[in-house]
């Protein structure tokens, strides 16, 4: 079973390849789920990381339904990974129905090779996953990043269950979404999957002591004294629970 850790600075990164992850996600704005990181970090994580780079490509937070002009942005993103030495994309494209865009993800998926591509959560707000997973299929991604449609894995694992039963081993069914040490064997043993993708993320405050009052930089207040970033620890209490829970379901 494998791991992949969602992670938006190169502290994170290491962290989560001195915990034993096999790759991770590569995001900038995590309160958005996610935006394309800048070539300066790609370039940092990729020097100092020998596990598996995916990178995020996506031009803006909100929905998944690109304009023309949002487009060409991602295709320079992916050419931009892709030249910074990145090992896969993760991306994702609906239609104003909120059907998998089969048409242009596949252009995408094949602008990234030889790279994997990862279709992410987008998926979670199509009208029907089993039948999403086909469409994925047909654009020629690698795999599906997914919580089920629900707000977590955990409340989604029927879901995820019945995608990968859809998915019948043509793609990877990679299980993402409040994935924590005490919910992972779980969801492993609820679902069926064999990937997994966590933040596993912890809050620590800034080292600035001076805190200005009544000013903010966007519109979360408070949020200029908080950082968040992946624990060595984390990631390896997350593996030892999955090792565990794959031991405990071998035949005796």
């Known amino acids: 079973m494998d791991l992949e850790v969602c992670v938006d ?3 994170s990164a290491l962290a989560a390849e001195r915990g034993g992850a096999k790759r ?11 935006i394309t990181p800048g ?3 790609i370039a940092s994580v990729r020097q100092r990381i020998a596990i598996g780079l995916y990178v995020m490509i996506r031009p803006r937070g909100g929905d998944f339904c690109s304009t023309d002009l949002e487009f060409e942005v991602m295709r320079e993103e992916i050419a931009q990974a892709r ?3 990145a090992d896969g994309v993760v991306l994702g494209l609906l239609d104003p129905q909120g059907h998998v865009d089969v ?7 094949e602008l990234a090779r030889p790279l994997d591509v990862t279709f992410h959560r987008a998926i979670d707000m199509t009208p029907d996953l089993p039948a999403a997973v086909d469409d994925v299929i047909a654009t020629g991604a690698n795999r ?4 089920g449609g629900a707000p977590s894995a955990l409340r989604g694992m029927g879901e995820i269950a019945r995608m990968v039963e859809a998915a019948q081993g043509r793609i990877a069914i990679m299980a993402g979404g409040g994935i924590r040490a005490g919910n992972i064997a779980a969801i492993a043993d ?3 999957a064999r990937e997994f993708h966590s933040s596993v993320r912890t809050a620590v405050p800034s080292p600035v002591r001076f805190r200005k009052p009544g000013m903010a930089m966007g519109d979360l207040h408070g949020r200029e004294y908080r950082r968040y970033t992946v624990r060595e620890h984390s990631v390896r209490d997350l593996l030892a629970a999955l090792h565990q829970s794959a031991l405990e379901s071998l035949p005796a």
């Open 9 to 11: 600075s190169v502290e």
């Open 24 to 34: 991770v996600e590569l995001c900038s704005d995590l309160l958005e789920g996610g």
């Open 39 to 41: 070539a300066g970090l």
């Open 83 to 85: 030249n910074l030495g």
């Open 103 to 109: 048409g242009r993800t596949r252009t995408l998926v």
């Open 144 to 147: 599906i990043l997914t919580s």
């Open 190 to 192: 609820g679902t069926g």
